[in-house]
């Protein structure tokens, strides 16, 4: 049996920052994945250290109207909410967080604490002063927590030899779909970019019974994995060109309805085989959207140590998705480096069913049905299997 849905504050809200750096980070250029869920993970674990006007500008940026207690609270019910593995292998996620200390750098017992128990991070104890090991240690565990799908989150010449801490977050999801593709039915199809000019790619075709709605601009479907327990919701505008207008409006609430209006039925789905992989510098996003004194040398964490010792300076994201005809296989990873606030940041016969034809660009989101979190989201103008 599926598990019912459940909202609460900290999905909402992550949802909505979910939203927000997407259409931030993501403008209508270029195909585009990524998972914010991860990065407002790995910032939350910065906030409950955070004070004052800092902690303030961070909560209206993540949507936080909660304090840090409830947020911590609430990260822990999501975590073991959605942390499964299916004995049969069929499907995994894993969500991991670690923080990695400079020796000699004294985190308060309670930060430490709620680190470990709330957010079910590990600690680790480094030297960053030897940069390459750090990286390479740092870079290994979020290889290994990714199944090797981020094998360098970190690049070259960081951490800095500077850092009192890193935080790092890693997400793995491998979903098998409840009724999959058949392989020998997929086959070369057109595929209209939004400047009208028309590629080929390999298109999966299939009668599937899942949730679907429509309204005059757009059809929406949800591509449910094994056990229910995660679906791929898949919006397609009606125009082939019609994608920038759609993710204008984007929003919780207009995704929301549309998940509210889906019903049940069979749906022929033709949807292309595609493989993403993004990389992105999120200080100056972040900052355009008001978190100004977080990555600052005026920012306030001394709740992480007792006195404001450390700033954020660097945050890195990294997301892969690979969609094929017997599932999804996603990773993620984010890390906040953080610095003494004396450097300045870094920046950088009945009726035929309907047909849900995924021939021109689309945005996608992958989420978990229990909590309603939206843990990766993305859209594809272009499949990468395409050929002109």
């Known amino acids: 049996m599926p598990k019912k849905p459940r909202e609460t504050k900290v999905p909402a809200a992550f949802n909505a920052f979910t939203v927000d750096l ?6 209508i250029k270029d195909n585009a994945f990524i998972s914010p869920f991860s990065v407002a993970i790995a910032l939350s674990m910065a906030f409950i250290g955070a004070k004052g006007a800092t902690a303030d500008e961070m909560a209206k940026v993540m949507h936080l109207t909660f304090d840090e207690n409830i947020l911590s609270r609430g990260v822990l019910d999501i975590l073991e909410s959605i942390r499964t593995s299916d004995p049969q292998m069929k499907d995994k996620l894993n969500i991991a967080n670690a923080i990695w200390i400079k020796q000699g750098f004294d985190l308060l017992p309670a930060y430490a604490e709620r680190v470990k128990d709330q957010f079910k991070g590990a600690a680790f104890v480094v030297d960053f002063s030897l940069t390459e090991p750090t990286r390479a240690r740092i870079n290994a565990w979020v290889s290994e927590q990714t199944q090797g799908k981020i094998p360098e989150l970190i690049p070259h010449g960081l ?47 299939k009668m599937i019974f899942c949730a679907y709605a429509e309204n005059e601009s757009v059809q929406y479907i949800e591509l449910p994995y094994h056990g229910d327990a995660m679906v791929m919701g898949i ?21 929301g309805s549309l998940a509210r209006r889906s019903n049940r039925q069979a749906v022929n789905v033709y949807l292309p085989r595609f493989k993403l992989d993004s990389t992105y510098g999120l200080e100056n996003v972040l900052q355009a959207m008001g978190m100004l004194l977080a990555i600052s040398e005026n920012g306030d964490f001394s709740g992480i140590t007792g006195k404001p010792e450390a700033v954020i300076s660097t945050i890195i994201h990294k997301a892969f998705v690979d969609v094929y005809e017997e599932g999804t296989e996603a990773a993620a990873a984010t890390v906040i480096m953080m610095t003494p606030p004396t450097r300045a940041p870094n920046q950088q016969l009945p009726p035929p069913p309907p047909i849900f034809k995924a021939d021109h660009p689309f945005t996608f989101i992958i989420k978990e049905t ?12 272009l499949p990468p299997t395409a050929t002109t």
């Open 159 to 205: 951490p800095d030899p500077t850092s009192k801490m890193v935080i790092t977050n890693a997400i793995y999801f491998l979903g098998t779909w409840s009724d999959p593709f058949i392989k020998k039915f997929t086959k070369a199809m057109p595929f209209y970019q939004l400047s009208g000019e028309q590629v080929s790619v390999s298109m999966m075709c």
């Open 370 to 381: 229990r909590t309603n979190a939206f843990l990766f989201i993305g859209h594809v103008l």
């Open 22 to 27: 997407f259409k931030k980070v993501c403008p």
């Open 235 to 255: 919006i397609l505008p009606r125009r082939q060109d019609g994608l920038p207008a759609i993710e204008k409006e984007l929003s919780v609430g207009y995704l």
